[in-house]
């Protein structure tokens, strides 16, 4: 069977058995046939059911229920997760989009773009066989399933499963990158005249995002071992956010990492609040597997998870993904396809491949090994200074590093870039950009564990801090 056969036999029935549902003669709660068993009805091979199966998950047909099978799913979506009136009417109109996406239907008259076919002797298509082996799957030149390569979806979905995160394939979107996922993410929950909650210090791109959609943004004090929950009883209780944004493990820019008690109360105050979390986890592939995840407590009811490759693999890559409930993933996707129409799935592909050569495992303990030995130099050298570390749990590229009273950090950065040294004032990092003399975070800078024992960045602090006292 080719290639063009196989994916024209998928439509098909994923048509037919769309169809039933919508007759009635499958029944909402039904448990669909095994994956063999309907292999065998259809006359297809186990691996094309897999994906007809994928694809009315990802259509809102069937649910896939851990170590139970796929039932046919109840029609609607709590309204908590429904798409606002204006992304309705917006998907309502690239319905079309979606066809050429998702292709239910094998006659394809109606298409936007040549038949793979006519790409086969492309010139890309040529290079890329270099580099497939035999029996790999081949080549994809359209535009694919938009919510990202199955292969890899379903890689990510047992990646999340070894961090006790249980999810269907069909609630993982792939993304271009962690910052894509964030976009989704306010474009789908927030509205102008909104207010959330961030780190502070915290990931500064998130601000400039949700500043630039208007949204208001109060910060959550960090502590060395997470959030200041009365800080953050206090900030809910003064602007009543819809979110909190924040990263749990090897936090940007602090290093830190929450505490299993931290990462349960937290939980239990958003619950109370009506409080959506969308925790961001970037370096997740060389922290614990076991370490405390807010969505491994919280299993996606309120928490949205995002991860990336960017970190740990390459940030020219960019590939990231969403994790959510199965009707927001739905939702992300729909908003996805309508603002990027889909990612890359020659990407995609090309870290499928690492992770299922065992390559990209290999590279994570090589990484794992530079981070640990850059992270003790960092604090040797640090502490020959006397400087402050903010926290020494580390795993990840980051440090805290606090500054004495009277030397700015932005000044110093001012003085730093005269001589060709990059550093980041702590500052950039504060959402409200300016803190009490009391807080110990008034002043510092992000360190990379990386670069941080470089002599002339070295030499350059010391004789900060000899003009400083």
């Given at each position: 069977m ?8 998928t439509?098909?029935?994923v ?6 549902i919508d007759?009635g003669?499958?029944q909402?709660?039904?448990?669909m046939a ?7 009805e259809?006359g297809?091979?186990?691996n094309?059911?897999v ?6 998950v990802a259509g ?9 099978g796929f ?8 309204p908590?997760?429904a ?8 998907i ?6 979606r066809?050429?996406l998702?292709q239910?239907?094998?006659?394809r008259?109606g298409d ?14 040529r ?11 081949p ?5 694919g399933d ?17 961090r006790?995160?249980q999810v ?12 894509h996922?964030?976009d989704?993410i306010i474009?789908?929950?927030?509205q ?9 210090p915290g ?12 949204i ?5 004090r960090r ?9 953050l009883a206090?900030q809910i209780?003064?602007h009543?956010p ?10 940007n ?5 929450i505490a299993l008690?931290?990462a349960h109360?937290?939980?239990q105050i958003a619950?109370q ?18 370490a405390p ?5 919280d ?5 949205i998870y995002l991860?990336t490759?960017?970190?740990t ?8 993904y969403?994790?959510a409930s199965?009707a927001?993933?739905?939702s992300?996707?729909?908003?996805k396809m309508l603002t990027v129409v889909n990612?890359s799935?020659?990407?995609?592909r ?12 290999h590279h994570?303990?090589?990484?794992k090994?530079r981070?640990g ?5 960092a ?7 006397g ?11 980051y ?6 009273p009277g ?14 040294i990059?550093?980041?004032?702590g500052?950039?990092?504060?959402p ?5 003399e009391t807080?110990?975070?008034a002043a510092?800078m992000?360190i990379n ?12 602090l ?8």
């Open positions: 080719d290639e063009q056969t196989d994916s024209n036999r439509g098909a029935i048509a037919r058995i769309s169809r039933m007759e003669l499958l909402p709660g039904r448990r095994s994956l063999r068993l309907a292999a065998g259809y297809v091979s186990k094309t059911m994906e007809v199966y994928d694809r009315l809102g047909r069937l649910e896939a229920r851990r170590g139970a039932y046919v799913r109840a029609p609607g979506q709590r908590s997760e798409p606002p009136p204006h992304m309705s009417e917006a309502d109109i690239v319905s079309l989009l066809e050429q998702c239910v239907h094998p006659v008259v936007g773009r040549p038949p793979r076919s006519w790409m086969e002797d492309s010139e890309l298509g290079h890329l066989r270099l580099r497939t082996g035999k029996g790999d799957l080549v994809e030149h359209g535009y938009p919510v990202g390569y199955a292969p890899l979806r379903a890689q990510i979905g047992l990646m999340l499963a070894e006790s995160i269907s394939p069909a609630q993982i979107l792939l993304t271009f990158g962690a910052n996922a964030l989704l474009r789908q929950l927030l102008p005249g909104d207010t959330v909650l961030v780190d502070s990931y500064y791109p998130l601000f400039g995002k949700l500043k630039l959609a208007r208001e943004i109060a910060g959550v502590l060395p071992d997470g959030p200041d929950l009365d800080d206090t209780a003064r009543r819809k979110v909190f944004f924040t990263q749990s493990l090897a936090h820019p602090t290093g830190g990492s008690p931290i109360r937290l939980l619950a609040h009506d409080l959506t979390i969308v925790e961001d986890d970037p370096f997740a592939d060389v922290m614990p597997a076991s995840r807010l969505a491994a407590l299993q996606l009811e309120r928490v991860g490759f960017s970190k693999l390459s940030a020219s890559l960019r590939i990231g969403v994790a199965p927001l993933a739905r992300l996707g729909d908003m990612s799935g020659y990407l995609e090309l870290v499928s491949d690492l992770i299922a050569s065992g390559q990209y495992r994570l303990k090589r990484l090994e981070i030995k850059a992270t003790r130099n604090f040797g050298g640090l502490e020959r200074l400087l402050p570390v903010f926290t020494r749990q580390g795993g990840g590229y440090l805290w590093v606090g500054l004495p030397l700015d950090d932005l000044a110093l950065a001012r003085r730093a870039s005269e001589q060709g990059f550093i980041a004032p500052t950039v990092f504060l409200e950009r300016h803190q009490p807080d110990e975070r510092g992000r564990v990386a670069y941080a024992d470089d002599p002339a960045f070295l030499t350059f010391q004789a900060e801090l000899a003009n400083a006292t």
